[in-house]
T-cell receptor, first 116, second 112 residues
Framework: ETGVTQTPRHLVMGMTNKKSLKCEQH?????MYWYKQSAKKPLELMFV???????ENNSVPSRFSPECPNSSHLFLHLHTLQPEDSALYLC???????????????FGEGSWLTVV | GENVEQHPSTLSVQEGDSAVIKCTYS??????FPWYKQELGKRPQLIID?????GEKKDQRIAVTLNKTAKHFSLHITETQPEDSAVYFC???????????FGTGTRLKVLA
């Protein structure tokens, strides 16, 4: 299944590094998401973009900077991260939502991030 | 605030038995409730979902029930098989927003 692809799959970075995670969806969707998955915690919504516009920023620290150049691509720029930011970062996409119903979100395989 | 509680956190069943996972949500405006299965090292994948205008939905060995009054919904897996072993997440979604609130997950182990 190649609906939502993420690169890199694994990333180790120092606290002073700058790196980026990339996500691409081939499903014709208009909404894209970044989620953080840590051990023993629920999936945490970070950002949502709908038609390239950011519609949700779930109080994410500024060391995480998203970018959505078009409806098919989503980036997460990382700068001066902390060890506690180590986690699996999942990208997802869906059709745009309406006032009355949600739509299925499709996840990528995730990028395992380790901050040392 | 928005919250989804999921229980149990771990569940072990014998192969062939049934498994039930329950979630409770707090936002009465939630109207869509998907369930995801995540195998080790893989992405979460949708296995079944239910909308607020339906009380029950079934797909082969998997079923979901929704009680809007009590604000809870449950996943039922019958005739469990070893390949059902995974982490299962419930979620609640509020229409008009982009917020899916996920439960903390249930690690299901099906013992052969």
């Amino acid at each position: 299944e190649t609906g939502v692809t993420q690169t890199p799959r694994h990333l180790v970075m120092g606290m002073t590094n700058k790196k980026s995670l990339k996500c691409e969806q081939h499903l014709g969707h208009n909404a894209m998401y970044w989620y953080k998955q840590s051990a023993k915690k629920p999936l945490e919504l970070m950002f949502v973009y709908n038609f390239k516009e950011q519609t949700e920023n779930n109080s994410v620290p500024s060391r995480f900077s998203p970018e959505c150049p078009n409806s098919s691509h989503l980036f997460l720029h990382l700068h001066t991260l902390q060890p506690e930011d180590s986690a699996l970062y999942l990208c997802a996409s869906s059709q745009e939502v309406t006032q009355f119903s949600g739509n299925t979100i499709y996840f990528g395989e995730g990028s395992w991030l380790t901050v040392v | 605030g928005e919250n989804v509680e999921q229980h149990p956190s771990t569940l072990s069943v014998q192969e062939g038995d049934s498994a039930v996972i329950k979630c409770t949500y707090s936002d009465s405006a939630s109207n869509y409730f998907p369930w995801y299965k995540q195998e080790l090292g893989k992405r979460p994948q949708l296995i079944i979902d239910i909308r607020s205008n339906v009380g029950e939905k079934k797909d082969q060995r998997i079923a979901v029930t929704l009680n809007k009054t009590a604000k809870h919904f449950s996943l039922h897996i019958t005739e469990t098989q070893p390949e059902d072993s995974a982490v299962y997440f419930c979620a609640a979604f509020r229409g008009g927003t982009y917020k899916y609130i996920f439960g903390t997950g249930t690690r299901l182990k099906v013992l052969a």
